[in-house]
Every structure is written in C-alpha cells, then in structure tokens.
C-alpha cells in the first residue's frame, strides 16, 4: 500500500513555529482535509530534507535550469555529513552559490527543522488562499510538498 502526505516546510530550513501558531495551523489545515488520516505540526532534531519521494522527477539550477541529478547526489551526501547544518553550494554548471534549499526540485522539496504534515490528505491540490491562510497562522511563508512513498 502507498502513502500520500503533504509537508508545509518553513521557507526558512531552521525556523520553527511557537505552539500556539502550530495548533492554529492545524486547526485550519484540518477541515481542508477531511479524509486524512492525521494533520500535525511535526518537529524535527535537526534540518531534515522532506522530499516528493515517488513524485521526484529532477532537480534543476535556480538560475540557469541545467540538470543537476549527476551533481546533487555528492552535494547531498556532503551536506549530510555535518547534519545539513551548511546547505550552501555553488552550481557546477554555472558557477553560482546558492543552498540545496533552493535549487528547482520537481516536484517540489523543501529542508527544514519543521512542517505540517498531512498523512493521506485525499487531494492533490492547496489553492492560494487556503496556503496563505495557514502561513498567516504559523507565521512563515511556507513550501509545498507532495510526497508519494
């Protein structure tokens, strides 16, 4: 059996939301979802990468699109050596330094300390205001992930 879960990462990989905002979040996120299993603030020991598992497709340069796939595997392992504590990097294609953060991961991938996670949200899709409204509550602007494992 496959499981479907959504992940709203903090733009920021080592923010977290104080208790009261995370139960706020929840509590909007929850009837977004009515047939989930499970809607909760999860918080994490150190940077975690939440990836689109199954839905991963390729990862990209922000600035000059190339295809990284052959690159990031040693970027990531290199990261994960010291506990994603440093995600800065410079491309290999074009030179330029950015995090593991925020190359063009498609489907999306976020790192970070924290996230709402959704266990079998029952939808594929978060319109604009529904996303805004549960950022407004957790007081960070937030990443969209759609993890298939």
Same mark, same amino acid.
């Given at each position: 059996m496959?499981d479907n879960?959504?992940h709203l990462v903090?733009?920021d990989p080592?923010?977290q939301?104080?208790?009261a905002?995370?139960?706020k979040a929840?509590?909007i996120?929850?009837p977004?979802?009515?047939q989930?299993?499970?809607?909760s603030?999860?918080y ?5 990468f ?8 390729s990862?990209?340069c922000?600035f000059?699109?190339?295809?990284l796939?052959d690159?990031?595997?040693g ?5 994960a050596?010291?506990?994603? &504590?440093? +995600?800065?990097v410079?491309?290999p294609?074009?030179g330029?330094?950015t995090?593991?953060n925020? %190359? @063009?991961?498609? /489907?999306?991938?976020a790192f970070g300390?924290?996230?709402l996670t959704?266990v079998n949200p029952?939808a &594929?899709? +978060?319109?604009a205001?529904?996303?805004?409204g549960?950022?407004?509550a957790?007081?960070?602007p %937030? @990443?969209?992930v /759609?993890?298939?494992?």
């Amino acid at each position: 059996m496959s499981d479907n879960y959504l992940h709203l990462v903090p733009s920021d990989p080592r923010w977290q939301p104080d208790a009261a905002a995370a139960e706020k979040a929840v509590e909007i996120a929850r009837p977004l979802f009515p047939q989930a299993e499970h809607v909760s603030v999860e918080y994490k020991e150190g940077v975690t990468f939440f990836d689109a598992g199954a839905n991963t497709e390729s990862i990209h340069c922000a600035f000059c699109g190339s295809d990284l796939e052959d690159w990031w595997g040693g970027a990531m392992d290199e990261a994960a050596a010291s506990d994603f &504590t440093d +995600l800065a990097v410079v491309t290999p294609c074009c030179g330029k330094s950015t995090s593991l953060n925020d %190359l @063009r991961y498609v /489907w999306p991938a976020a790192f970070g300390t924290c996230a709402l996670t959704v266990v079998n949200p029952a939808a &594929t899709s +978060l319109d604009a205001d529904q996303l805004q409204g549960i950022e407004q509550a957790i007081g960070s602007p %937030l @990443r969209v992930v /759609w993890q298939h494992l």
